[in-house]
């Protein structure tokens, strides 16, 4: 069965694959996406296992997109305050400090998709499908593709949107720079016997970086989301040993979080967990081709990035796509270069400094200990570079 060109194909329905798909239609582009399985029900009670901090390009962005507002209010939380803490000194911002309404806004994976989905079925330049692409190849100027339900189609512009082992990356012959960090992200929503007063709490500690995101209260419940980067040993005992011990482990760690008021901690769902790597694709861009989330790059999620890059390079490729000249077309070599250079800074910033956060505060740096507790405590001090910082993870400084 074939039918016809369209103008642009997405593999990858996740959160990425589908924001893109709206951003580009809205440019007034013609779009397939592939792979686009419909999100899950809002659960009958508690959340989502998955959550996101949204920085506020993301949350513009999905604003623009129509996205936002259909997420519910009462399960988003916004994050007023973040305290970092490493060998008993302390990093704190507030969004009061940085003069912005918030640090960032936790969301469900799931509310997002939702939200999305809703978005998609009103947005007549995309037609979706929950088939993902099976085959891709190049011929002249346009990639012929080939859907699991049977289907052909061919398109001048495949956008690989499809995740960390993204097969466009293998059919546009992309190479892939990977480093396995040998630990474990374990994610589980813990209920708290008090309000965590919209801060986020995060510690690098001996047994990996352990942060705590603020959930909005349901039925007055005050919840986290608990997402512990564990050496890989520690992570299969954590899930072994099941939610409930991995609450009271946590608990254990209150005092080194700045969190004791949170505890008693209760499991409030189960533990997930995704082996941690630094992944980077060698190239965005190639012949009628482009990378992006996941597919692209791959960061620690210590800073709680990876989705907002992968919005950004979403709202770029949408942007530059719609600013070209009448003589170019979507896929055009020119205005994929136009991507790759408008990622280039902000993607490998990321990476340099979640890698490098990582090395600082690996088991075998403890002798820096002192070191570091100063640069944490007098970076504390520092207004203007706690501003510049919290302002590039904001998104808004690299977007304008
Ligand atoms: C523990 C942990 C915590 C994190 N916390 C945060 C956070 O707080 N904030 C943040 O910004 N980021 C965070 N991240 C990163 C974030 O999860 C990822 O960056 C993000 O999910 C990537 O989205 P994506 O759409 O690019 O890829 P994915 O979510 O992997 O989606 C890819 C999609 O493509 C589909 N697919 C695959 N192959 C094909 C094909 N051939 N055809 C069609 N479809 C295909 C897949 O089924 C999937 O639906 C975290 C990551 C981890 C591990």
Redo the contacts with the bound molecule.
Sequence with gaps: MTSRTTQAVI???????KALALALAQAGVQVLL??A?PAAPTPAAGYGQR????NAASRRFLDGLRVWAQVPAERVQSVERMRIAADGAELVFTAYAQGVEALAWIAESDALERALDLALQFERGVSSTPA???QATREGALWNLQLADGRHTSTGLLLG????????RDWAGVGLRSKAYGQT?V?CNLRCAASHGATAFQAFTEDGVIAL?PLAAQGGQSQVSL?WSAPDALAAQLQADGAKRLAARVQEALTLLGAEHLGPLQAAGEIGA?P?VLQRAHRLVGEGVAL????AH?VH?LA???????LQDAQALAAVVKARASSEGVGDARVLRRYARARAEQVLALELATDGLHRLYAPGMQWLAPLRALGLAGTNHLAPLKRWLAGYASGLAVLG
Excluded at 292 to 295: F, I, K, R
């Design positions: 593999a990858g329905g996740g959160i990425v694959g592939c792979g399985r959550v996101y901090a949204l993902s692409l099976d949107a499809d995740g960390r082992a993204s097969r466009v992200g994610v995101l997402v995704w941690l992006l989330g996941d597919a791959v999620p709680g990035h990876g989705l907002n890059l992968g």
